[in-house]
Every structure is written in C-alpha cells, then in structure tokens.
C-alpha cells in the first residue's frame, strides 16, 4: 500500500532550526510537496521537489532523496507565525496526491 | 486573483439530513479536486474533474456522496443521508492543466466543516 510518515508534533523555540521529516513508500513518484496549514485556514504550497537535491527558499528550505523515499522541511530563523501543521503529500505514478497525517509544529518563545 | 473559496464553512447536520458543500474554483482552472480530512488523520482525496467530467472518483466513499461540477466552474458535493462517520473538513483544491503534470501546484480553499450528529 501506500504510506507517508512524518511525525505528529514537533515544538522548537522562536529563531531557531527545525527539522520534519517526512518518508514515503508509493506507488511511482511524480514529486514530493510540502504544504504549511494554520488552524482552520487553507493549506498553502510551500515547496515542490522532483529531483535530488536542496530546494532553497529564503527562511523554509525542502530536501530529497528519491533512492531513500525522505525528503525534509527545514525552517530556518523560526517565528511564533511558522506554528502551523506542515503536510508531506507525494504524486504517485497516477498523478494523484498521497497526503501524511501532517506534523503540528508548535513555536515557543 | 480570487482564491478557492468554500461554502459552507461550517454545518452542523443531524444523522439522515442532507447537505450541500459548494466550491469555487479559481477562474481559468480546469482541475478541481475534493478532499476529506477526518480529525488527526491525513487528507483523503475523494474525486477529481477536469472540466465538467469526472476525471477520478476512485476516492468517493460510498454512493451517499454525489459531485457535480455542471459547466466547468463551480462544484457541489452532496452528501445524503449523512451518516455520523461523514463528520470532517471537505476541501476543494484546483490548478491549471500543466504540461508536466507533476508540477501541478493545488490551491486549496479553507474547507467546509461537517458535523453530523
């Protein structure tokens, strides 16, 4: 079957270096995404990589690795606002998204 | 440019009752996709149009669900009669159709809350 992991809860302190992780077993790959959602709100793009590698983009960078099925999220200089759940969805061989449960990151000053 | 906009953003429903979820896409997108995401679990994809046709419905869970997407624009997913395990957030996401297709980057709209009791 199809499987994303990534972990329920994470909580970092405000400017500081957060990591989530996300793993993935599916059915072919089309590319990994990274969705930030606050409560209540829409989920909102973050990042798109299809290829190996570090995709950088000012505080929030993504990273895959398509042979190890992972890529990660690291936010950089983090803020009180950047407390949200942060959603790993792959696109399958079907170009449809497989979603994790997400990762509610929580920001403490 | 408007966004993916939602309605109901909530509704509170009782078991056998039916209801109606509305979704805008935004102007110019052919996707239109329907999600569900059932408190702490992850996002289900339900079923998706290009167009007016029904591209994907491999998701819809049960013949209690009927999408319609008349014209291309707006869509509607009823759920009739609503059952207790229906309770959850339905979003509606669209895109443009991409030659590269795995690029496609959804624009989700903030969800419709349904509780049934």
């Known amino acids: 079957g199809q499987n994303i992991d990534q972990p329920t809860e994470m909580t970092a302190t405000e400017g500081a270096i957060v990591q989530i992780n996300c793993t993935y077993q599916t059915s072919g790959f089309n590319g990994l995404f990274w969705y930030q959602q606050h409560a209540g709100e829409a989920p909102t793009f973050l990042s798109y990589?299809?290829l190996d590698g570090l995709e950088e983009k000012g505080r929030f960078s993504s990273f895959l690795s398509r042979s190890k099925g992972y890529s990660y999220l690291l936010l950089k200089e983090l803020q009180m606002k950047d407390s949200a759940s942060y959603l790993c969805?792959?696109?399958?061989?079907?170009?449809?998204?497989?979603w994790g449960a997400g990762t509610k990151l929580i920001i403490k000053p | 440019e408007a966004g993916v906009t939602q309605f109901p953003s909530h509704s509170v429903i009782e078991k056998g009752q039916t209801v109606t979820l509305r979704c805008d896409p935004i102007?110019?997108?052919?996707?239109l996709y329907w999600y569900r995401r059932v408190m702490g679990k992850e996002i289900k994809f339900l079923l998706h149009f290009v167009k007016e046709s029904k591209q994907d419905e491999s998701g819809m869970p049960n013949n209690r669900f009927l999408a319609e997407r008349t014209g291309g624009t707006y869509s509607t997913l009823k759920v009739q009669p609503a059952e207790l395990e229906d309770s959850g957030v339905y979003f509606c996401?669209?895109?443009?159709?991409?030659?590269?297709?795995?690029?496609?980057?959804?624009?989700f709209g903030a969800g419709s809350r349904l509780t049934v009791l």
């Open positions: 996401a669209s895109s443009q159709i991409l030659k590269q297709p795995g690029a496609n980057v959804l624009t």
């Open positions: 990589n299809v």
């Open positions: 102007s110019g997108h052919d996707n």
């Open positions: 969805a792959v696109m399958d061989s079907n170009y449809q998204l497989i």
